[in-house]
């Protein structure tokens, strides 16, 4: 008789998510979705506003990445008020990014990846946590707790705050870096650059070859891939023009400003959460694994895809070497981990080249702004993917429009079609249990997804609850954590 | 490349007053999402009203607490007392100050597809049981919460805004116990 499985993580108002897995009758997977709800509400929230209140505001949606809503408000008020903030303004930006970005890919490749890799994707939940890597890697855990401390200092030093940042504003940077700080933070830089270094060194020789075999197994997809790229061709996380590339790796580049002409978003009847495609391709839309349509993907494999080269010279050398592996396109959905340690490596690097620029530390910071009704789009390169914020004024600089699509949005269609392929690939017969669910999940961690920002659920319900439905709906069964 | 074991020495003026700190005061929740924002508002109310010691760390950390939490648990040097302030609906009166004790919260499998998902819940018990920080949770019964995005507390939870600062000041510094203005009115 044919099955329902649901992995249902515990639910919070502003966002919840479940795995609904349904099985034929030969007890095998006919499909399986991963349910999301959006932020809701929040253009409403920013109609009427003063426009150069939303870079203060979007900090807010996400605890995890408010640099990165931060920054692309800033630059979506940028294109409001029409106005191209001072180099030293977008250097301080684009550092303060980088850095951000390193906090940030630091503690999920070794926290969350980690866990799964440290100890086995198999390994009970008790020990899958912050002490049981901890244990399991004592000396690690001290190099990594050290750089995170000197990044949120960096932030600090750079922005007077590394929580809520406010330190981006439409036209620049509010606060210019004094000679006697860059000179601190460039000692802090070098040590974030050899724990970059170490972290990819130690990837690649104790966890990638022990697990190349699921790797390459699963939740295997092909798709397209978005990611930004400078003029020309180098990989940026901060700036520069979108490029759109299909799955055998042909591409277009277009300005940010211009997505409207070649995304369009999708809706099922059984998500809240909309799934962008590329309309540009000209092939509709489908998740079907074995011929998708339209689907592409973003985050750190898309970004390292799309890019031709890039312009650090430990991490172009990192890049090759992936490319001689995989090649490009790399399809492989757990090569997520692998790119984000290149793009440490390449912010590490980054964060050097910006406080060696003698602009860096220019008084000239920002420019003014004068209201007027306008649209303005901002796109800046989240840890997650690309994110776009998109706002309308009227005469007064008020907010009459605001649309975002954040990375996870983006990866709405290929999470879906990787948590089917990964359910297909272990569940046959009827026959599961909690390792194949974990594995299940594993195949969506790998695009750090975004469920909608804001959760810190505190009163530790159940989280992982499977109920088991017959083909009528009736409950069979529950298991739970 | 450097050898990795430079980076043990650790400069305790570089860690954050999270960390050094023997009392640390969190105010949580998102303030976009109506009476999700109590805890960021008493750490307002307590600044605005109280004179906080230089012992005492008190942060408004919004949705950021994982990242503080993780940083924590995993930290040398930590703090003796942490208080986490927080909504949460638990089938009680709207308003309701009530404590939590983590160490009564079943270990569970909470979603960790990302750092957005973290279980706060597990970090609060790794930190009280193998960390050995006090750890208490100070929670306020919210209201409805808000299907979209409004700010805003209900009347019934921004009344409680006060009691629980009073609460938090007369548990971890009541030496500071007057309010700021009746000092004020004492001195000026």
Not at chain 1, 128 to 137: F, K, S, Y
Not at chain 1, 287 to 302: C, H, I, Q, S, W
Not at chain 1, 328 to 355: D, F, G, K
Not at chain 1, 424 to 436: A, E, F, R
């Amino acid at each position: 008789m044919a099955k329902t499985l649901v992995i249902q993580p515990v639910t919070r108002i502003e966002g919840h998510a479940k795995v609904t897995i349904q099985l034929n009758d030969a007890g095998n997977v006919d499909t399986a979705r991963v349910n999301v709800i959006e932020l809701r509400g929040f253009e409403k929230f920013c109609v009427g506003r003063p426009v150069e209140d939303l870079p203060r505001i979007m900090p807010r949606i996400c605890g995890v990445c408010p640099w990165s809503h931060h920054l692309a408000s800033a630059k979506a008020c940028d294109a409001v008020f029409g106005v191209d903030p001072p180099p030293a303004g977008k250097k301080l930006r684009e550092l303060c990014n980088s850095i951000a970005y390193m906090e940030e890919h630091i503690l999920h490749f070794y926290f969350l990846a980690g866990a799964d890799f440290l100890l086995g994707p198999d390994a009970d939940y008790s020990i899958r946590n912050v002490i049981g890597v901890l244990q399991a890697a004592p000396d690690i855990a001290r190099k990594v707790v050290k750089v995170r401390h000197m990044c949120a200092h960096m932030l600090e030093v750079l922005a007077g705050k590394a929580i809520h940042p406010q330190a981006a504003v439409p036209g620049g940077f509010s606060k210019p870096l004094a000679p006697a700080e860059r000179d601190q933070l460039r000692k802090n830089a070098d040590d974030a650059l050899e724990l970059a270094k170490f972290s990819i060194a130690f990837a690649k020789e104790n966890v990638f070859p022990k697990y190349l075999d699921v790797v390459k197994s699963l939740g295997v997809i092909t798709t397209g891939f978005l990611g930004t790229v400078k003029e020309n061709g180098a990989l940026n996380l901060y700036d520069g023009k979108l490029r759109l590339m299909t799955p055998k790796g042909a591409y277009e580049d277009f300005p940010y400003d211009r997505y409207t002409d070649f995304i369009s978003e999708h809706i099922e009847s059984w998500s809240y959460l909309k799934f962008p495609y590329a309309k540009q391709w000209g092939e509709g839309f489908s998740m079907d694994v074995e011929n998708p349509k339209g689907v592409y993907r973003t985050n750190t494999l898309a970004r390292i895809n799309v890019c031709d080269f890039i312009d650090t010279p430990l991490a172009q050398a990192e890049l090759e070497e992936f490319r001689a592996k995989f090649g490009r396109p790399a399809q492989l959905t757990l090569l997520y981990h692998w790119a984000r340690l290149i793009e440490l490596l390449y912010n590490a690097e980054n964060t050097i080249r910006l406080l060696d620029d003698p602009e860096i530390t220019s008084t000239e910071t920002r420019v003014k702004c004068t209201p007027r009704a306008a649209r303005g789009v901002g796109c800046t390169e989240a840890p997650r993917g690309t994110l776009i914020h998109d706002y309308t004024t009227d005469a007064d600089g008020m907010v009459t429009n605001v649309n975002l699509i954040v990375g996870t949005t983006h990866n709405n269609a290929p999470i879906n079609m990787s948590v089917t392929q990964a359910a297909k690939s272990l569940i046959h017969d009827g026959k599961y249990d909690q390792g194949v669910l974990n594995t299940v999940e594993m195949s969506i961690r790998a695009y750090d997804p975004c469920f909608s920002c804001a959760t810190h659920r505190l009163d530790g319900k159940l989280s992982v609850k499977l109920d088991i439905l017959d083909a009528d709906g009736k409950l069979m069964g529950t298991l739970a954590n | 490349m450097r050898e990795i074991d430079q980076f043990d020495e650790l400069d305790q003026s570089d860690l954050p007053d999270f960390c050094r700190k023997p009392t640390v005061v969190l105010g949580v929740g998102n303030i976009l999402f109506g009476d999700d924002g109590f805890g960021c508002a008493v750490v307002d109310y307590v600044e605005a009203h109280y004179r906080v010691p230089e012992t005492v760390c008190l942060l408004d950390v919004g949705t950021s607490v994982r990242k503080l939490l993780f940083t924590l648990c995993l930290s040398s040097a930590r703090p003796e007392r942490l208080l986490i302030l927080d909504a949460i609906d638990a089938g009680r009166n709207p308003g309701e100050i009530f404590e939590i004790n983590p160490a009564e919260i079943p270990p569970v499998k909470l979603d960790d597809f990302s750092m957005h998902q973290l279980p706060t819940s597990n970090l609060l018990r790794e930190l009280q049981e193998t960390c050995r920080v006090e750890v208490r949770v100070l929670a306020c019964q919210t209201g409805p919460l808000p299907e979209e995005v409004s700010q805003g507390l209900s009347p019934a939870v921004s009344d409680a805004v006060p009691q629980a600062a009073e609460w938090l000041v007369g548990e971890y510094f009541p030496s500071s116990r007057a309010p700021r203005g009746d000092l004020c009115q004492t001195t000026c």
